[in-house]
């Protein structure tokens, strides 16, 4: 795929992955802004009873990426400050090749997360929210702190982020 078409217009999802919840934003078909959707209960348990179904927060992404017509689906992908990678990592990178498979040929592409749910709590404590109420969304803030970054890079370098995730 060129790069030119790499940017065509339409919406761009993003996930941020956690090990209970994954936080879902989305932009405009521009790119130019990005917002929160939803935060999505991960389900590891229809994985484990039924390796072969698609466990439900993987199935309302796909739904989500062809609904919106999404373009491309970014995946926060955490690393340590000093940029090494560890079973966070690891385990983005599985959600990731999943996601990958449920919404081909829609690309997606794994983006650094260094520092997205500090500046997402840092956000929610300045709006005023207090501290305890931060866990209901702060994994959707996280994925808009992420999707926002990655719409800056397109519209500075006219490229797509990251890494792409090959199935």
Do not use: W
Request: net charge neutral; hydrophobic share 45%; with cysteine.
């Amino acid at each position: 795929m060129s790069e030119e078409q790499a940017l065509e217009r339409g919406a761009r999802l993003c996930v941020d992955v956690g090990s209970v919840r994954v936080g879902v934003a989305v932009s405009d078909p521009d790119g130019l802004i990005a917002t929160p959707v939803e935060t999505l209960p991960r389900d590891l348990v229809t994985a484990t009873k039924n390796p072969a179904a698609v466990p439900t927060d993987l199935a309302v992404l796909a739904e989500q990426v062809v609904e919106r017509g999404v373009k491309v689906v970014y995946v926060g992908l955490p690393r340590h400050l000093s940029g090494a990678e560890g079973a966070a990592s690891a385990s983005a990178r599985a959600y990731a090749v999943q996601v990958a498979r449920l919404v081909a040929p829609v690309p997606v592409r794994l983006v650094d997360e260094r520092m997205s749910t500090v500046t997402a709590h840092q956000a929610l404590h300045a709006s005023g929210r207090a501290g305890r109420k931060h866990r209901a969304v702060v994994d959707q803030v996280a994925a808009v702190v992420i999707l926002q970054s990655a719409l800056d890079f397109e519209r500075g370098s006219q490229r797509r982020p990251g890494e792409l995730v090959e199935v």
